[in-house]
């Protein structure tokens, strides 16, 4: 079979520098993989009652039930599903607002710019935890509900850290040629702005992801998100209340800690391996 | 100057949102001030009640109104504990800057001399293994940590106890037993809340010392003969302490929200706890006055931070 080759690495060195990347991404697909094709592989509703309470493992329920005879293995599923869709929206949402208000600072410049950097700074220093959890007291949390406020509480960083780059371009000489010749805006931030910041794009990416799903988690194991959705937190939030009881921990909260640990720990992994390799001077 | 703007438009922000948000739920306005019990309520009580939060007058009044009885230091009234909300945070916010206070100095200090070492011996094996469990743990939640940390200390060996503060019946032991009680059911959170902090604070000083582990004045400063322990805290380790004062700065003030998960896992009666449970009951004066005080923790920390780079940094002292 002909392999595709990283044309900057052709003999495949990209794997053996970067082991961590190549793992995170493993693990990462296949956790993607479970929540997408899950429920065809496993047809078993996380609401159905398909057993008595707490019911030990069997052939058709390989996690056994929880305490009111739902599927325990569907949980994890749909909680996959939960957990990841949240992480992933949040963190396209906020990097491109992020995006957004970098490039019309530096576009725009002076004045407007100065405002919106005061406000970047002011904005960094809400921690989004406590403001999420006001938020979700006062209007119900619904998936959306929760995704956009996680998306209100992460764009700051990324477009301070966006802004400092653009700006660094802008004063690139081709880039001072193309305005000189009258370039518009949005040619400036196609041709120029945006292959001069993918890299940080993808970083800030699954920087917000990994703090989505970790805050996610940690809302839904408070019992504050979604209560119409599963998810990994929720069945550790419930999983708790029974975790003196025998072994029952080992199916109830060890998948889904492992599920949130094993997301985590792989998009750090990604994360930090892709940095290494845009930024040679982090090589140590 | 911008600075203090910049706070001011956090608080601003802060307050306006306090202000509005229980104004915008859905039904009676009252609801959110003194919680269901208001549909029991006689007519003339709901009138005196409504004239109490200048509910009755136009919303520019009412926030007038929200603003002096704060400057009075009135919080509001916590409807499902009866009594005012200042009152009720008082001893759990005690328990709270005990343990967070404790875990702060604590990884903080241990932080930097792990991240020193981590920095000098980055060849040998304990420093490549410590330096992947640090990233490890540094990208797991507070509340996996503290629950895999029950489970086995508590549950399977039974050598830490498993909620409150003190010993159930603590007030009648002897002041030495009250102690160790205390510090015997601190441990478990205490190592969970460092556990998520000092990993973080290691990387950070790893990471600005080696930026200059070999600069040319550090070997001037080895050949003047100067003592490694001078070498490495007073030339290298210096070199992390503007991105760790930063750091600092942002984390004291977010102290109570990261305690939140951990103080409901160990049931430790902080301000985190009483903050999940006024959530849990829509105690919203409560919610609101943990949140108001939460955030001036917030807008401290970067002052102090603001405060310390001027000690730490000529540059930024001598800028105004």
């Known amino acids: ?284 | 100057m911008s600075r203090v703007a910049g706070y001011l438009l956090v608080l601003a922000f802060i307050l306006g949102l306090n202000f509005t948000l229980p104004r915008l739920l859905p039904g009676e306005p009252l609801t959110a001030f003194v919680g269901e019990q208001e549909l029991v309520l006689t007519p003339e009580f709901r009138q005196e009640l409504e004239r109490r939060y200048a509910l009755d007058q136009p919303l520019p009044q009412q926030f007038i109104h929200y603003l002096a009885s704060l400057l009075q230091g009135d919080l509001g009234y916590s409807f499902y504990y009866q009594a005012p909300v200042v009152k009720i945070i008082g001893p759990p916010l005690f328990w709270t800057i005990l343990l967070c206070g404790l875990s702060f100095l604590l990884s903080t200090g241990l932080g930097v001399i792990l991240g020193v070492e981590l920095a000098r011996q980055r060849e040998r094996v304990w420093a490549r293994a410590a330096l992947g469990l640090a990233l490890l743990l540094e990208s797991l939640p507070g509340f996996l940590l503290g629950m895999g940390l029950l489970m086995l200390f508590s549950l399977k060996l039974g050598l830490f106890p498993f909620f409150g503060a003190l010993e159930v019946a603590a007030t009648r032991s002897s002041s030495g037993a009250f102690g160790a009680g205390m510090l015997w059911h601190m441990v478990l959170p205490l190592l969970t809340l460092m556990l998520g902090e000092l990993p973080a604070v290691a990387l950070l000083v790893r990471a600005g010392m080696l930026k200059v582990i070999n600069a040319p004045f550090v070997v001037t400063a080895r050949a003047r003969g100067l003592g490694e322990a001078r070498i490495k805290y007073r030339y290298q380790a210096r070199n992390a302490l503007l991105p760790l004062i930063t750091r600092l700065g942002l984390r004291f003030g977010m102290l109570l929200g990261g305690a939140i998960p951990v103080e409901v896992i160990f049931a430790y009666p902080g301000a985190g706890q009483l903050l999940f449970h006024a959530l849990v009951k829509r105690d919203y004066p409560l919610i609101q006055g943990l949140l108001l005080v939460s955030i001036l923790a917030v807008l401290a920390g970067n002052a102090l931070a603001e405060w310390g780079y001027r000690l730490a940094d000529p540059r930024v002292r001598n800028q105004t």
């Open chain 1, 1 to 284: 079979m002909q392999h595709r080759r990283n044309p900057n690495y052709p003999d495949g060195r990209f794997r053996r520098r970067y082991p961590g990347v190549i793992i995170g991404f493993s693990i990462l697909a296949v956790i993607v993989l479970l929540a997408l094709l899950g429920p065809w592989v496993y047809p078993c509703s996380p609401w159905e009652y398909v057993g008595r309470p707490l019911a030990p493992p069997s052939w058709a329920h390989p996690l056994g039930t929880n305490d009111v005879g739902q599927d325990l293995l569907s949980e994890l599923i749909y909680g996959a599903r939960t957990s990841l869709g949240i992480g992933f929206a949040v963190g396209l949402v906020g990097t491109l607002v992020s995006l957004m208000v970098a490039l019309s600072s530096v576009l725009k410049g002076g004045r407007f710019d100065f405002v919106l950097m005061r406000l970047v700074d002011a904005w960094l220093t809400i921690p989004p935890l406590l403001l999420v959890m006001l938020l979700v007291a006062f209007v119900p949390p619904k998936v959306s509900v929760l995704i956009l406020a996680l998306s209100l509480f992460s764009w700051a960083g990324g477009a301070r850290i966006f802004r400092a780059q653009a700006l660094e371009l802008r004063s690139e000489l081709y880039v001072e040629a193309a305005v000189a010749m009258g370039a518009s805006g949005p040619y400036l931030v196609r041709r120029h702005f945006l292959p001069g910041l993918y890299h940080l794009i993808i970083l800030n990416f699954l920087v917000l992801t990994r703090r989505a799903v970790l805050l996610e988690s940690s809302l839904a194991f408070l019992g504050l998100a979604d209560p119409q959705h599963k998810s990994w937190g929720m069945m550790l939030q419930y999983g708790m209340k029974f975790m003196a009881l025998g072994d029952l921990w080992v199916r109830w909260l060890l998948p889904p800690a492992l599920a949130l640990g094993l997301t985590l720990i792989s998009l750090a992994l990604i994360g930090f391996g892709l940095e290494r390799r845009f930024e040679p001077t982090l090589r140590t």
